[in-house]
């Protein structure tokens, strides 16, 4: 399963997420602080959907209300 999803109130624009059999494959973010979503994508790799969403969930950048992990989180939720 492909998942581009379009975040909201953070640096990137997009997440571009592969998973199968509920396990995340890859994680690329489309802008954003390129080493940081770098070391999002390679910490989730290999991760159960699940895990992931429980682990990324509410995380708050900058007063922001979401982040990068929160966005990917939500996005995540549509595998579910």
Known sequence: ????????????????IEVTNGVIDSVKF?????????????LVKGMKVE??????EGIDCGGRGTSCPDQLAKALKQAL
């Open 1 to 16: 399963m492909t998942i581009n999803y379009v975040t909201r109130g953070v640096c990137s624009r997009q997440i571009s």
């Open 30 to 42: 489309l802008g954003g602080c390129h080493g940081n979503t770098q070391g999002i994508s390679a």
């Open 51 to 56: 895990d992931a969403i429980s682990r990324l």
